[in-house]
């Protein structure tokens, strides 16, 4: 039997393989959002995890090299949207632009950042720690707030392979 498997040198400065390696992981996707002195400020993100129910913590890992990357790492307070399979417009504007919020319904949150209407999850938190990591910062909140879609029904929008898509069951 050989190995059909594409093997490479994850430390070379050629980044495609390790990028490709890394899709290979379906990720929920997620919209982050500040308040700023210059207004709202969104990113799309998938590098979400949970992290502790004890004290309720969340992370997130914003790019250094995003020219929004400052304004999360600043912020005392941040939100995050858990995005429904039909919001792909949204993930499509806040990957592109850190502004444009007049395009979508929002409203002030209970800490202050931007909340955005119709998502299957919202978290509102305060900034725990901000950790640099590699060409990203760790950005962990702990949860102050919180709300959901109760529908258990409602899919996710999901993201693989540079790829929008959504959970499909499979058949036993």
Not at 3 to 20: A, E, I, N, Q, V
Not at 59 to 71: F, I, T
């Given at each position: 039997?050989?190995?059909?498997?594409?093997?490479?040198?994850?430390?070379?400065?050629?980044?495609?393989?390790?990028?490709?390696?890394?899709?290979?992981?379906?990720?929920?996707?997620?919209?982050?959002?500040?308040?700023?002195?210059?207004?709202?400020?969104?990113?799309?993100?998938?590098?979400?995890?949970?992290?502790?129910?004890?004290?309720?913590?969340?992370?997130?890992?914003?790019?250094?090299?995003?020219?929004?990357?400052?304004?999360?790492?600043?912020?005392?307070?941040?939100?995050?949207?858990?995005?429904?399979?039909?919001?792909?417009?949204?993930?499509?504007?806040?990957?592109?632009?850190?502004?444009?919020?007049?395009?979508?319904?929002?409203?002030?949150?209970?800490?202050?950042?931007?909340?955005?209407?119709?998502?299957?999850?919202?978290?509102?938190?305060?900034?725990?720690?901000?950790?640099?990591?590699?060409?990203?910062?760790?950005?962990?909140?702990?949860?102050?707030?919180?709300?959901?879609?109760?529908?258990?029904?409602?899919?996710?929008?999901?993201?693989?392979?540079?790829?929008?898509?959504?959970?499909s069951a499979a058949k036993r």
């Open positions: 039997m050989t190995d059909s498997l594409h093997h490479f040198d994850p430390t070379s400065s050629d980044t495609k393989d390790l990028r490709r390696a890394f899709g290979r992981f379906a990720t929920g996707v997620t919209v982050v959002t500040v308040q700023t002195p210059y207004g709202p400020l969104g990113m799309t993100a998938n590098s979400f995890s949970s992290i502790s129910l004890d004290p309720p913590l969340v992370l997130w890992s914003p790019g250094k090299s995003s020219k929004r990357h400052d304004g999360f790492a600043a912020a005392p307070h941040f939100a995050i949207h858990i995005l429904g399979a039909d919001q792909k417009a949204l993930a499509d504007h806040f990957a592109a632009n850190g502004d444009g919020f007049d395009r979508f319904d929002w409203s002030e949150g209970p800490n202050g950042a931007p909340t955005l209407v119709g998502c299957l999850t919202t978290f509102h938190c305060d900034t725990f720690a901000v950790h640099p990591a590699g060409d990203h910062s760790l950005i962990l909140g702990k949860v102050t707030h919180c709300a959901y879609e109760p529908d258990q029904n409602a899919p996710a929008l999901l993201f693989e392979q540079s790829r929008f898509g959504a959970f």
